[in-house]
């Protein structure tokens, strides 16, 4: 005998289902599944020891014995109710949902009071979209057992999904209720306050959680991203530590878009992402292969986004969407994402020959649907980024699959075959750190619409708050991207011009107060900080640009569209590249518009050059006279040249997959 097996009598033994059971309730699953092999070989007719040792089994991860023993349990018993719902539970997990949702009917059939079948099913339904019916599953769950604190928590994940945030929110606190230590539900009531933007609120609940499960997977990144938001650098250095330490040991920290701007290493954001995709979106070959495909005389490109409405990444391809040489392509949206009803939705569905809704389609279908409309090019204008449906991409909607627009950096994707950049942001010495092919295009990656307007004159200075004779650093963007390392250099810099101030987005009041005890803290005086409120409307907002004298970038995660928009209006932009993608942005785009003079190579020389130009009037004046020009001839805002050169690629994509090659880098 081996040692450390314990031996199983072949007398009679009363005491056996007794011992068995009391194996299975231990977790001593192999005892367990020995000892139940051994009743089955004295009954084997007996449905309870078939469906015993399927449960042990299932819970030592051996899925399809499992399913093989609730199978041989009901041969015996038909109307043997669990065994048909952990029947479910097995084909859930092998994400064979019809059937799991099958075996959870048939479960509920049998015995209409087991609130786990009605769970089971709940989450089986949400999994296939059907979002009303998994709603109700949810809550026939808790209305047979009221203190289901599992039901009250994927409840509120459900209806977050569906934009119920307040309802969601409800929902976990019921669960918090009835269990206080229940990190999950501290953790999806601060998800759903995010989406109203109840900062404060979204802070408090990721600190319980993590005091609750100090290792909950991604607790840490998100309390981190929600604290940059409202700049709280409480702990900051500690806590950035103990998030770049989990990523390097490829634990699920952190999601992958609060790492763009809270760590500068291009190595641990391809980390973040390839562990994100490992645990939410792995490969998915559900709807097998895509069979080979006769040549298109006109390249199908599909578009994949959930910003087709008054968002940055509609402000930048609204006019490429438009100009799209319609002789080559057939361009196709896939809309999802919030509901929308705005100029620029109007706009969008206008611009393509296509324009699909597929909101309330479940991932499957819409990669269905892609199939069925013969998408040579799935482009996904989202990647990692809010509001993203990165399974679609999972199931391989299209036979060449491009991350490009929306997420500055690797999905770290195997199903993702090319990433659109620029040899700005993504130099071929820093390639490696990305999972996809890099496609360079000449000049920016960014494109633009060049049709925009900018309003006449509707604010003055003193309408802003701005003091007269201040010069004006500013910085419209998100507060999140404001870190203390960028903030002592603004600071350091309002120190050395005298009569300056720095102009900020206003955001939430806790920002913005938050900020101003940090500049005092560095000993400038806190009224020098000046904050904007959101302008009505994109040409108002952008006349507004045109009150600040120099905008100061942020690093590791530059200003994107919003540099675009300041040098549109004419206010030169600062900037300091890092080695991410993120923080090569601004450098692209100043490089496109040939004034490379604004891009430095050090944090020193970034706070030198912005006191040097608020010194030195007419420097600045020459700056803002080169941008004028160039405005009007530089490629970074020629929409049409830029159109013909993303087709360019677009073509060589598709003639490397007709000739059987594949994916490679491309200039």
Same mark, same amino acid.
């Given at each position: 005998?081996?040692?450390?097996?314990?031996?199983?009598?072949?007398?009679?033994?009363?005491?056996?289902?007794?011992?068995?059971?009391?194996?299975?309730?231990?977790?001593?699953?192999?005892?367990?599944?020995?000892?139940?092999?051994?009743?089955?070989?004295?009954?084997?007719?007996?449905?309870?020891?078939?469906?015993?040792?399927?449960?042990?089994?299932?819970?030592?991860?051996?899925?399809?014995?499992?399913?093989?023993?609730?199978?041989?349990?009901?041969?015996?018993?038909?109307?043997?109710?669990?065994?048909?719902?952990?029947?479910?539970?097995?084909?859930?997990?092998?994400?064979?949902?019809?059937?799991?949702?099958?075996?959870?009917?048939?479960? %509920?059939?049998?015995?209409?009071?087991?609130?786990?079948?009605?769970?089971?099913?709940?989450?089986?339904?949400?999994?296939?979209?059907?979002?009303?019916?998994?709603?109700?599953?949810?809550?026939?769950?808790?209305?047979?057992?009221?203190?289901?604190?599992?039901?009250?928590?994927?409840?509120?994940?459900?209806?977050?999904?569906? *934009?119920?945030?307040?309802?969601?929110?409800?929902?976990?606190?019921?669960?918090?209720?009835?269990?206080? #230590?229940?990190?999950?539900?501290?953790?999806?009531?601060?998800?759903?306050?995010?989406?109203?933007?109840?900062?404060?609120?979204?802070?408090?609940?990721?600190?319980?959680?993590?005091?609750?499960?100090?290792?909950?997977?991604?607790?840490? #990144? %998100?309390?981190?991203?929600?604290?940059?938001?409202?700049?709280?650098?409480?702990?900051?250095?500690?806590?950035?530590?103990?998030?770049?330490?989990?990523?390097?040991?490829?634990?699920?920290?952190?999601?992958?878009?609060?790492?763009?701007?809270?760590?500068?290493?291009?190595?641990?954001?391809?980390?973040?992402?390839?562990?994100?995709?490992?645990?939410?979106?792995?490969?998915?070959?559900?709807?097998?292969?895509?069979?080979?495909?006769?040549?298109?005389?006109?390249?199908?490109? #599909?578009?994949?986004?959930?910003?087709?409405?008054?968002?940055?990444?509609?402000?930048?391809?609204?006019?490429?969407?438009?100009?799209?040489?319609?002789?080559?392509?057939?361009?196709?949206?896939?809309?999802?994402?919030?509901?929308?009803?705005?100029?620029?939705?109007?706009?969008?569905?206008?611009?393509?020959?296509?324009?699909?809704?597929?909101?309330?389609?479940?991932?499957?279908?819409?990669?269905?649907?892609?199939? &069925?409309?013969?998408?040579?090019?799935?482009?996904?204008?989202?990647?990692?980024?809010?509001?993203?449906?990165?399974?679609?991409?999972?199931?391989?909607?299209?036979?060449?699959?491009?991350?490009?627009?929306?997420?500055? #950096?690797?999905?770290?994707?195997?199903?993702?075959?090319?990433?659109?950049?620029?040899?700005?942001?993504?130099?071929?010495?820093?390639?490696?750190?990305?999972?996809?092919?890099?496609?360079?295009?000449?000049?920016?990656?960014?494109?633009?619409?060049?049709?925009?307007?900018?309003?006449?004159?509707?604010?003055?200075?003193?309408?802003?708050?701005?003091?007269?004779?201040?010069?004006?650093?500013?910085?419209?963007?998100?507060?999140?991207?404001?870190?203390?390392?960028?903030?002592?250099?603004?600071?350091?810099?309002?120190?050395?011009?005298?009569?300056?101030?720095?102009?900020?987005?206003?955001?939430?009041?806790?920002?913005?107060?938050?900020?101003?005890?940090?500049?005092?803290?560095?000993?400038?005086?806190?009224?020098?900080?000046?904050?904007?409120?959101?302008?009505?409307?994109?040409? &108002?907002?952008?006349?507004?640009?045109?009150?600040?004298?120099?905008?100061?970038?942020?690093?590791?995660?530059?200003?994107?569209?919003?540099?675009?928009?300041?040098?549109?209006?004419?206010?030169?932009?600062?900037?300091?590249? *890092?080695?991410?993608?993120?923080?090569?942005?601004?450098?692209?785009?100043?490089?496109?518009? &040939?004034?490379? &003079?604004?891009?430095?190579?050090?944090?020193?020389?970034?706070?030198?050059?912005?006191?040097?130009?608020?010194?030195?009037?007419?420097?600045?004046?020459?700056?803002?006279?080169?941008?004028?020009?160039?405005?009007?001839?530089?490629?970074?805002?020629?929409?049409?040249?830029?159109?013909?050169?993303?087709?360019?690629?677009?073509?060589?994509?598709?003639?490397?997959?007709?000739?059987?090659?594949?994916?490679?880098?491309?200039?």
């Amino acid at each position: 005998m081996k040692p450390g097996v314990t031996p199983i009598s072949t007398a009679f033994d009363s005491d056996l289902p007794a011992r068995a059971e009391r194996a299975l309730a231990d977790g001593h699953l192999d005892l367990a599944l020995r000892l139940y092999d051994e009743l089955i070989t004295r009954d084997t007719g007996d449905p309870v020891s078939h469906y015993k040792r399927a449960n042990a089994l299932n819970r030592l991860g051996r899925a399809q014995e499992a399913l093989s023993g609730y199978d041989r349990a009901i041969s015996l018993d038909p109307a043997y109710a669990n065994a048909h719902c952990n029947r479910g539970t097995v084909l859930e997990g092998l994400r064979r949902w019809a059937e799991a949702l099958a075996a959870y009917d048939r479960a %509920l059939a049998l015995n209409p009071a087991d609130s786990l079948a009605a769970y089971n099913r709940g989450s089986v339904l949400r999994e296939l979209g059907r979002f009303g019916d998994a709603l109700a599953s949810y809550e026939c769950s808790i209305a047979l057992n009221g203190s289901y604190s599992e039901a009250y928590v994927n409840r509120g994940h459900l209806l977050h999904q569906m *934009g119920r945030y307040q309802s969601a929110i409800a929902s976990y606190d019921s669960a918090i209720k009835i269990n206080p #230590g229940y990190p999950a539900a501290f953790h999806g009531r601060g998800n759903a306050q995010a989406k109203l933007g109840l900062l404060d609120e979204v802070v408090a609940s990721y600190a319980q959680a993590i005091s609750l499960q100090p290792d909950g997977k991604y607790f840490l #990144g %998100l309390y981190l991203h929600a604290k940059m938001q409202i700049c709280d650098w409480c702990d900051f250095a500690p806590n950035l530590q103990r998030l770049s330490d989990g990523i390097q040991a490829r634990r699920a920290v952190c999601t992958p878009f609060p790492v763009l701007s809270l760590v500068s290493s291009p190595a641990l954001q391809r980390l973040a992402a390839e562990v994100y995709v490992r645990e939410e979106h792995p490969p998915d070959d559900a709807l097998g292969e895509i069979p080979a495909r006769p040549r298109h005389e006109t390249i199908r490109i #599909g578009y994949f986004s959930a910003d087709f409405r008054s968002h940055a990444v509609a402000t930048l391809t609204a006019e490429l969407f438009e100009i799209h040489d319609r002789s080559g392509f057939e361009i196709i949206a896939f809309a999802f994402g919030p509901e929308a009803d705005d100029p620029m939705r109007t706009r969008l569905r206008a611009a393509f020959d296509r324009f699909i809704d597929v909101r309330n389609r479940s991932d499957t279908e819409v990669a269905l649907l892609a199939r &069925e409309l013969e998408i040579d090019i799935a482009v996904d204008l989202g990647g990692h980024t809010m509001d993203a449906r990165t399974k679609i991409f999972a199931l391989r909607a299209a036979p060449i699959q491009v991350n490009y627009l929306g997420y500055p #950096g690797t999905m770290g994707a195997p199903y993702i075959d090319y990433l659109i950049a620029d040899p700005v942001v993504i130099p071929a010495s820093l390639s490696r750190h990305y999972s996809e092919k890099i496609t360079h295009l000449s000049g920016s990656f960014l494109p633009n619409d060049s049709t925009r307007e900018i309003a006449v004159s509707p604010y003055t200075r003193e309408q802003c708050g701005i003091p007269n004779g201040a010069f004006v650093f500013c910085c419209f963007n998100n507060s999140y991207k404001i870190n203390p390392v960028v903030f002592d250099a603004w600071m350091r810099i309002l120190a050395s011009v005298e009569h300056s101030v720095l102009w900020l987005s206003q955001h939430h009041p806790a920002a913005t107060s938050n900020l101003r005890r940090e500049a005092s803290k560095r000993g400038i005086d806190p009224l020098r900080l000046l904050f904007a409120p959101r302008a009505p409307a994109q040409p &108002e907002y952008l006349a507004r640009l045109q009150l600040g004298d120099l905008f100061l970038d942020t690093a590791p995660y530059n200003a994107h569209t919003t540099a675009i928009d300041a040098l549109w209006a004419g206010l030169p932009v600062l900037t300091c590249p *890092g080695e991410s993608f993120a923080s090569r942005v601004a450098a692209s785009i100043l490089n496109s518009i &040939e004034v490379p &003079e604004l891009i430095t190579a050090s944090l020193q020389q970034y706070e030198d050059l912005a006191v040097r130009l608020a010194q030195k009037p007419a420097l600045l004046a020459a700056l803002r006279k080169k941008l004028a020009t160039n405005r009007r001839t530089a490629p970074l805002f020629d929409t049409p040249k830029f159109a013909r050169n993303l087709e360019s690629i677009y073509r060589r994509m598709y003639n490397r997959y007709l000739d059987n090659l594949p994916p490679d880098h491309l200039d």
